[in-house]
């Protein structure tokens, strides 16, 4: 309300106090009638005007309420007028055109009540809200009637409805407002209360007035006059605010309010008939037979409604008979897995958040392990999903033998299975119950349809509170760890630290970055010779650097995550286009240039028709086929699926080269039948040659081996001299190490000039 509005409130509700003041104090009845016509004039115009100012900002249903609760306060005022015209003309027959007004006016606040009911209540509680309402307003007409009937038995039957008309349609426009709370769920504010306590008042006020009617009792300028006054200016206050707005926190009692509504209504019925039995004596006429109609309308339809909620009570009662039967059944598709009838992660995680409560109370540790199943998916791709379902309920059972009462063990999902252990005295016992799991996991598997077949796990431990205080974090340990046991080479287990979850974060955060990183900003090709017993340049290496906001990230760091996310195909493809260009750049420069060596990806291997892909970058960039080599790990040279397209580079012109050569499984015959011209000893035999007899011996062999097959052998890692001199006198050809060069950028390569004569370069001395 506005400060205009709340002044006008003030001085309008301080005239009629005078106004009700002066009408009590003087004595002449003619003075006292026009005082009380006065102030129900401004009171009921006053009521419209806060009714009509409601208007503003209201919307949808609410603004369709307010126009009919303004509608009626207008006809209420304009009623008013008509019965002032009705006084001081002298003519005021009953009923009157006055009537007509103050009627309609409660008769457009029950439409109003009624429109948003139908509204907003759902069909299938329309229909028994609405009988409702009928039984209701049935009882109340009769035990109105009761009440008159001792007074008014002699008047005319007609007179007498009208009389009635006045109290019924106003108690039961405020009934109405009153039902819309429990039925509508709205939240009950003051302006409802003082819109409601208004219709109210007006349907009070009326009813005595009929009463004092009956009896010749009316008195102008008595303070009970007021009460149309208190009722107008309650009814415009509570309509200028009033709001329908959803009570989210609606509480059980509104139900019942609505359940017990028929009771009330019989309840009343029978009383006006006990009331009715009592007055019978002073009643006449048709009077006691309408109200023995009404009694029995009242009564009839709450049997109607009632009978129609039978049906509905039996179906609910039919619903809760299923839903008692059914309910252990819900609760365990809930929370229980429905092939092993191993609890949920949902049932899990509760469990775990319930024990690391009752833990801290006791001050005591949880263990929390998370069970991985080792190349289950090749169980499932061999003999089908039934086997692999057979073999994870066997997989339950297995575990849950070996566990005791405080433990609980959950399937998460797939082939992963979490448990966890409560009372953990320490590492050693969990560790040894970790052991006693994988041994039970470990021995044959008989029964599942796949005949004498080992499939073990990998455990991953997380301790409460020693790694974590949430379930959260325990199982994001645990898991950090599993990934840890399986990277060190699986069946076996691995207590959670640190370090792994900070590894985790750093990975996913390069894989992130990779995928949002610039090729031509961000990354560079350096090149490492490779030199000749003769310390002549004959081969240069290719190698990726990538460095993110100034801060180099270590090849064997970021290649293996390209590799994972798949990005490593189109840095694949930079790579071999940008030492193509670096070829050409460089003989434009009149350089000559020897075979540059660029390493190729699994990934890479896997797409089609990469052989046609690289020669048709080559051919557009002017570089022939044969001055690149093409370096491929001895794994992936040895799976067959990449042999087609390893097939197709050699076709295509390129030389190919076995890189980490020792690495891998190779046999003589597989090697023999290899496109490749090279092999690359792996660092790893070079490093201890000088000190480890088995590396001597292996890298000569290798040499031997090569020397058979007529292949051309690099000793990559060379760093000293001893190293050179042992390999020379095991007959290695090429040498790549930071002894001869490091990787350089390309315009620190020392190329010669394309017409000079092959000469050893400056390096360093190998005396």
């Given amino acids: 309300m506005t400060g205009k509005e709340r002044t006008a409130c003030l001085v309008g509700c301080a005239l009629v ?22 102030q129900w004039t401004l009171s009921f115009g006053g009521s419209a005007w806060l009714a009509w100012r409601g208007l503003a900002g209201a919307s949808g249903a609410e603004r369709s309420l307010r126009r009919a609760l303004f509608a009626g306060a207008l006809l209420i005022f304009l009623g008013q007028l008509a019965w002032d015209l009705q006084v001081y003309s002298g003519w005021n027959p009953f009923p009157a055109p006055a ?26 509680r329309l229909m028994p809200s609405l009988l409702d309402i009928g039984s209701a307003l049935s009882a109340l007409i009769a035990a109105i009637l009761t009440l008159y009937m001792p007074s008014g038995g002699n008047v005319q039957f007609s007179v007498l409805i009208a009389l009635v008309a006045y109290p019924v349609l106003f108690l039961l426009a405020a009934g109405l407002g009153v039902l819309m709370v429990p039925a509508l769920r709205l939240r009950f504010g003051a302006a409802h209360l003082l819109t409601l306590a208004g219709m109210t008042g007006y349907g009070y006020a009326w009813m005595q007035w009929n009463l004092y009617f009956l009896d010749g009792a009316l008195v102008p300028g008595g303070l009970f006059n007021a009460s149309y006054s208190l009722a107008a200016l309650m009814f415009g206050l509570g309509v200028r605010h009033v709001h329908l707005e959803q009570d989210v926190r ?7 309010t609505m359940a017990y509504l028929p009771l009330v209504a019989m309840s009343l019925a029978l009383l006006t008939l006990v009331m009715l039995f009592r007055s019978l004596e002073h009643g006449a006429g048709i009077a006691p037979r309408v109200v023995f109609a009404c009694c029995l309308l009242a009564l009839g339809l709450t049997t109607l409604r009632q009978t129609l909620m039978v049906g509905v009570l039996e179906r609910l009662r039919d619903a809760e008979r299923a839903i008692l039967r059914n309910e252990t059944q819900m609760y365990r598709l809930a929370n229980f897995d429905a092939l092993t009838g191993l609890p949920n992660r949902c049932l ?23 069970i991985d199943l080792d190349h289950f998916k090749q169980i499932n791709d061999a003999f089908g999903h039934h086997v692999g379902d057979r073999l994870l309920r066997e997989v339950a059972d297995r575990l849950q033998a070996c566990l005791q009462t405080d433990a609980t063990l959950a399937r998460m999902g797939g082939d992963e299975f979490m448990l966890m252990l409560e009372w953990a005295r320490s590492r050693t016992d969990v560790a040894a119950l970790a052991q006693a799991l994988l041994e039970a996991l470990d021995r ?8 004498q077949q080992f499939v ?5 431990i997380s301790m409460h509170p020693d790694d974590a205080g949430s379930p959260v974090e325990l199982i994001r340990n645990a898991d950090a760890a599993l990934n840890q046991a399986k990277s060190d080479g699986r069946g076996t287990y691995r207590f959670y630290v640190q370090d792994y979850t900070d590894a985790t974060r750093r990975k996913l955060a390069l894989r992130s970055r990779l995928h949002l990183a610039r090729l031509e900003e961000e990354f560079r090709l350096v090149y490492q010779p490779q030199y000749d017993q003769q310390r002549v340049l004959i081969g240069l290496e290719a190698l990726l650097r990538w460095t993110v906001d100034g801060t180099s990230v270590p090849p064997d760091e970021f290649i293996p995550i390209a590799e994972e996310s798949g990005v490593i195909v189109p840095i694949g493809d930079w790579v071999f286009a940008s030492a193509c260009r670096q070829i050409v750049a460089w003989r434009a420069q009149g350089l000559r240039v020897p075979p540059v060596s660029v390493n190729v990806s699994a990934r890479q291997l ?35 699926r990449m042999l087609p397209s390893v097939e197709a580079l050699r076709k295509a012109g390129f030389s190919l080269s076995m890189d980490d050569f020792g690495t891998g499984q190779s046999s003589l015959v597989k090697l023999k039948m290899l496109p490749v011209s090279e092999l690359k000893i792996d660092k790893a035999f070079v490093r201890d040659i000088a000190t480890d007899p088995g590396d001597r011996e292996i890298c000569a062999t290798i040499h031997a081996l090569a020397g058979v097959l007529g292949i051309e052998v690099v000793a990559e890692g060379v760093e000293t001299v001893e190293q050179f001199d042992l390999l020379v006198a095991m007959g290695c050809q090429r040498f790549q190490g930071w002894l001869f060069a490091a990787a350089m950028p390309p315009e620190q390569v020392p190329l010669p000039v394309a017409d000079a004569m092959p000469a050893a370069r400056d390096t360093p001395s190998l005396a």
């Fill in 17 to 38: 106090a005078a106004l009700i003041l002066a009408a009590w104090l003087v004595r002449a009845p003619a003075t006292k009638t026009l005082l009380d016509n006065l």
């Fill in 99 to 124: 009537d007509v007004f103050f009627l309609g006016a409660a008769s457009t606040w029950i439409g109003g009540w009624l429109a948003v009911i139908v509204q907003r209540l759902p069909r299938e």
């Fill in 250 to 256: 609606a509480g059980v009692w509104r139900e019942r």
């Fill in 348 to 370: 899990f995680e509760s469990r775990l958040e319930h024990g690391l409560r009752e833990a801290n109370q006791r001050q005591t540790r949880v263990a929390v392990m998370l």
């Fill in 444 to 451: 044959p598997w008989p029964d599942t349809g796949m005949g």
């Fill in 456 to 460: 073990g796990a990998s455990i991953g």
């Fill in 606 to 640: 896997a797409e089609p028709d990469l052989a046609g892909h690289f020669a048709g970058i080559a051919r557009d960039l002017g570089v022939d086929p044969a001055d690149l080599t093409l370096e491929v790990t001895e794994s992936q040279l040895l799976d067959a």
